[in-house]
T-cell receptor, first 112, second 112 residues
Framework: QKEVEQDPGPLSVPEGAIVSLNCTYS??????FMWYRQYSRKGPELLMY????GNKEDGRFTAQVDKSSKYISLFIRDSQPSDSATYLC????????????FGQGTRLTINP | ETGVTQSPTHLIKTRGQQVTLRCSSQ?????VSWYQQALGQGPQFIFQ???????GRGNFPPRFSGLQFPNYSSELNVNALELDDSALYLC???????????FGPGTRLLVL
């Protein structure tokens, strides 16, 4: 069993829809949770960074962490065609330079 | 912009050959990690260097090796290339004041 599970999709939604992306994990030692966006043939770009359980909002993006359920989510409101990309969840035990463990990535397409 | 650059952007090698990939980051980023991302998968941790010493390694064989230099650049070397080594190779750096690692654009390696 993988440490981090993420539905690979693909997920296709119309422009303006609310998108929900999710990951589950098995290692209760994970404390720091990240969402990266990766455009085709590019490196991952950090979108959201959260510590422990709770919510964090940044513009159209909201990250949620539920450590009791070992479940994290990323919500995208008012989705735009430019949001079309692969979204990767990542997590680590300690802050900063520690090894990141990634999910498989979810391919998202926003249709105009 | 993350301030992390990688070279070359892509290259083609044949099985059994050796390859060196390079990463350069901004001043103060004294930790560098290398990841391998196969097509359709999330990045997998190869190893990490801190102040020119290996500081953690993932489940990769010894033919994957690295170097880090005082000028915040680093190298990933892969010997005896195999077809399964075809992937996007990413470096990620971390420095004081940063909350997590930031990725370069990657080098796409194709082994024939």
């Amino acid at each position: 069993q993988k440490e981090v599970e993420q539905d690979p999709g693909p997920l296709s939604v119309p422009e303006g829809a609310i998108v929900s992306l999710n990951c589950t994990y098995s290692n209760s030692a994970f404390q720091y949770f990240m969402w990266y966006r990766q455009y085709s043939r590019k490196g991952p770009e950090l979108l959201m960074y959260t510590y422990s359980s709770g919510n964090k909002e940044d513009g159209r993006f909201t990250a949620q962490v539920d450590k009791s359920s070992k479940y994290i989510s990323l919500f995208i409101r008012d989705s735009q065609p430019s949001d079309s990309a692969t979204y990767l969840c990542a997590m680590t035990r300690l802050q900063g330079a520690q090894k990141l463990v990634f999910g498989q990535g979810t391919r998202l397409t926003i249709n105009p | 912009e993350t301030g992390v650059t990688q070279s070359p952007t892509h290259l083609i090698k044949t099985r059994g050959q050796q390859v060196t990939l390079r990463c350069s980051s901004q001043s103060g980023h004294n930790t560098v990690s290398w990841y391998q991302q196969a097509l359709g998968q999330g990045p997998q941790f190869i190893f990490q260097y801190y102040r020119e010493e290996e500081n953690g390694r993932g489940n990769f064989p010894p033919r994957f090796s690295g170097l880090q230099f005082p000028n915040y650049s680093s190298e990933l070397n892969v010997n005896a290339l195999e077809l399964d080594d075809s992937a996007l190779y990413l470096c990620a750096t971390y420095g004081t004041g940063k909350e997590t690692q930031y990725f370069g654009p990657g080098t796409r390696l194709l082994v024939l």
